[in-house]
Structures are given as structure tokens and as C-alpha cells.
């Protein structure tokens, strides 16, 4: 078993890393909470590399892998929260079609991000879970650009105020066990998150599988492309089980059911290989509700949407939030959508001190992806490898 190096990118970046979860969420919350018209329009220019890997930050200061930046401060104000995060209309469908369908696009200008987790929750299931995926969606309303990013699930990680690294899917589980100040798991996760990216979370979105396929079901089937046969005997059959599933190459259209075990088989040799179907399975997702008509066309069927599968679903954001961003995303020109993969690139394999696999994130490489996902429109590329995952 090889020693695991020391993570720079937590440690010497987490100026929480030894603290108490309570001590970490009073720090945060003694930082200035700006209005919209107080905050500034956050941009992130396009980075270039120079002999010392400087990292820029959002406000164009310049600091070495050693220093210790600030996450970007890009934060909407939050809805009001009810106890442990969430808010309060976040598992109300009150709202009726006409109400939403009076609703405006999210027109806050300062840049707003969401971390997507699904969980692999089976029936019968009480938890807590460990996170089967990992997305970060951001949106630039000011500059018309979002940004989506997978993380890894088996990226080794030190979580904010706890004595012990671990995968990053375990946030959700720790944050959960120790009542993590703010919103218990996910809380945990969206700190752990924007202190190795260098980015605020100010969202969450927790779900289960069963939110994935009523929303397919609600939209109709979505294409794909795989560029080559999948192949998976040991797929899990939710009871414990497995069952063989098998897609040919070439576009098709998936049900539900279908289109969930194309982003969630582990065929491929790795986990990197999984989170790319992923991608493609959310732009997917999006055209097809473009091709219906768009989130207009969805809102009739909004309520009774929200009314079957709130449930399942865990998050700060209300129905009213979720409908905005879904307006302002759906405005989003596609070659303004930038999608990214922490990869073997951006990473060391490694062994953790139990003996499993393990990600080990490179610091300088993965704030260096981030900041060419956040770059403003029209802005070129600073990395050497394109960015976006043309599946097309």
C-alpha cells in the first residue's frame, strides 16, 4: 500500500480543516451577508499558467498553491430556512400552475450553484446514504453561461470540523451522524465541495432514483449516443440483486427505467467513465424539455409533479426557486454550457489506509478546471484539453 500524500488542497485550503463543526459554521457565518445591490457581478477570468501555477481568483488577485484563497463569493440570497437547512416550502406543493406559470426567470445577476447528489436509496431503506453522484450545476445569470461538473465519488477528501478524511460520497453520511451544523449532511457536502473547488454552494438537491424516472416519465423518452456497446451483468436490481442490461451503440431513445441504468452502470474501467454518460444523460434531459416546449409547456403538470416526488427529494431550494432557475438555464445558448470531469488528470491514485481506491485531488489542476468552466462568454480557453463533452 503506497503512503498517502498529504492534501494540500484540504488542509493548507480549509482554514476549517481543525476546527469543531460548530466553531466552522460560526467563521461562516460572520462573513458579510451582501444584498444584490451591495454584491458585486462575479467574473471569473480565464486563467493562464506561469512558471509558479498561480491560482486567480474571482476578483483577479493572483495567489500561489500554497496560499490559502477564499471560495468564490458569488452567493444568492437564500430563501428563509427551516430548521436543519431546508426551507420551508421546499416539500409544500401548494403552489398551483398559474402561479408558477406567472413566475420570472432567476434575475439575481450574481452567479448561483447547486449541488446535484443522488443517492442510492432502496425501498424499504431508512439511511442515511451514501451519495451515488456528484454534480455541480452553476449558472452566470449576468453572463448567460452555466457550468456542470462531476466529482468523483471515491475523491479522498478532509470534511470541514471532522478529525478523519474519507471518499467525498461519505459526506452525506457524516454530515448526518454528527448533526453538521447548517443542514446536517448535505450541509457537510456543499462545504467539503466549495472549499476543494474554491467555489460557494449556496444550493442543494438531494434525490433519490425514483425522482429521476417520474420526471423522464413526465417528459418522454430522452436520446442518447453511446459511441460503443454497454455491456453490465452485475447491475443492481434494487432488491439486493443484480440483472445483466444491454445498449446497443448509436442514438436511441430511453424510457425511464432505461435511461436510469445507462447513467448508472458501472461498465467502463472507471467511475470517470460513468459520470460522462451522466452529463450527457442531463444536456439529454434538457433537450428534450426544450423540444417539448420548455419549462412553460412543463408547468401545468408542475404541482402534481412536485406533489409525487417531493418525497424523495431533500433541499433548500422551494418550488418557486426550482421553476426560476429552470427559466433562466433553459436561456442558456448550448455552446455557453460548459460541461467539465474531475479526471485521472486532476487527480493521484492512491490507497486509503483501509486498503481501497482512492482519488487523491491535485489542488492547482482542479481550482485550474473550475475557473476555465466559470469563464465569462466568449472567453477562450486556458487549458490545453477541451473542456466540453461533445456527445453529439
Known sequence: MLDLPKLPQVGSLNPFANESPTEAAEAAASQPDLSAEEAPVVEMPGATLDATLEVVDSAGAADTPDATPEPVEVAAALAPEAPGGETESAGSASLDAETLAQLAPWDDPR????????????????????????????????GKTAAVLTIPRDLWVEFPGLPEPGKINTA?????????????????AMKTTERMLGVKVQYYVVINFEVLTEFVDAVGTVEVCPPEPIDDSQYPDGSYGTISIHFDAGCQELDAERLLQYARTRHGNSDIDRSRRQQEVIMAVRDRVLSAGGVIALIPRAPAL????????????????????????????????????????????????????????????IRLLVQDLFRPAGAPSARARPVALDWR
Open 111 to 142: 452567479r448561483v450553484t447547486v449541488l446535484l447528489m443522488g443517492i442510492d436509496q432502496r425501498e424499504g431503506e431508512a439511511g442515511p446514504f451514501p451519495t451515488d453522484t456528484m454534480i455541480l450545476l452553476s449558472i452566470d445569470p449576468a
Open 172 to 188: 452525506m453520511i457524516r454530515g448526518d451522524q454528527v448533526n453538521y451544523p447548517g443542514g446536517g449532511g448535505p450541509a457537510l
Open 306 to 365: 412536485w406533489e409525487s416526488v417531493h418525497e424523495n427529494i431533500r433541499t433548500n431550494l422551494s418550488l418557486q426557486e426550482i421553476v426560476r432557475l429552470a427559466l433562466a438555464a433553459e436561456d442558456i445558448a448550448p455552446d455557453n454550457i460548459r460541461q467539465g470531469q474531475i479526471t485521472f488528470e486532476e487527480v493521484l491514485l492512491q490507497q486509503s489506509p483501509q486498503g481501497e481506491d482512492i482519488l487523491v485531488p491535485i489542488a492547482t489542476d
